[in-house]
């Protein structure tokens, strides 16, 4: 049997989590004083995704970059690709909440769009 130890991030209470796993399936988790902590625990064991939060730059707008983040979470293996796919992205203002950034990126199937505005110059 394999154990593995987590810290949930699920909420400002970090529950120390203990997940018993036997080839690959977790037995049994323990630990977690909400149900989230569990599904929390269970995902990260066997398939970890992270929402990636950066910024983008912005043309001709009243700020230079906007900030931007993924729809949806993305396998964690892909992060630092989709940061990468992001470095060099270029938006020209106006900027609005939501609009889209960059879809399907790193191949994730996952779509980056705006949290922020930005007015013209």
């Known amino acids: 049997m394999e154990i593995k130890k987590l810290i949930c991030i699920n909420c400002p209470m970090g ?21 989230r902590g569990e599904d929390y625990a269970r995902r990260e064991v066997t398939a970890p995704a992270r929402t990636v939060a950066t910024t983008v ?9 906007v900030s931007v983040k993924t729809r949806e979470d993305i396998p964690k293996e892909k992060v630092l690709a989709c ?15 939501g609009d889209l950034v960059a879809a399907d990126i790193a191949g994730t199937g996952v779509d980056v769009v705006a949290t922020g505005n930005v007015g013209e110059l």
């Open 15 to 35: 529950c120390p989590l203990t997940v018993e796993m036997e080839e690959s399936k977790v037995i049994r988790v323990s630990g977690n004083t909400c149900k």
């Open 57 to 65: 730059k912005v043309v001709n707008g009243k700020a230079g970059r």
């Open 83 to 97: 940061v990468k796919a992001l470095k060099d992205v270029q938006m020209e203002a106006p900027v609005c909440i």
